[in-house]
């Protein structure tokens, strides 16, 4: 399976931060992965 997103990022790159909530569970769960845990199906979904 597949998944394209489209996203409008801005023309000034550096300037691209994600939102502080979402920054943050993305951290964690590559923080899980670089330690060895693999992610839940519902994470590797974005459900988790």
């Known amino acids: 399976m597949a ?4 996203v409008d ?3 000034d790159l ?3 931060r994600l939102p502080t ?5 993305l951290q ?3 923080d899980r992965q670089d330690s060895g845990h693999p992610l839940t199906a519902d994470e590797r979904a974005g459900r988790g």
């Open 3 to 6: 998944l394209t997103i489209d």
């Open 9 to 11: 990022l801005p023309a």
């Open 14 to 16: 550096a300037r691209f």
């Open 21 to 25: 909530a979402v920054a943050s569970r």
């Open 28 to 30: 964690s769960l590559l």
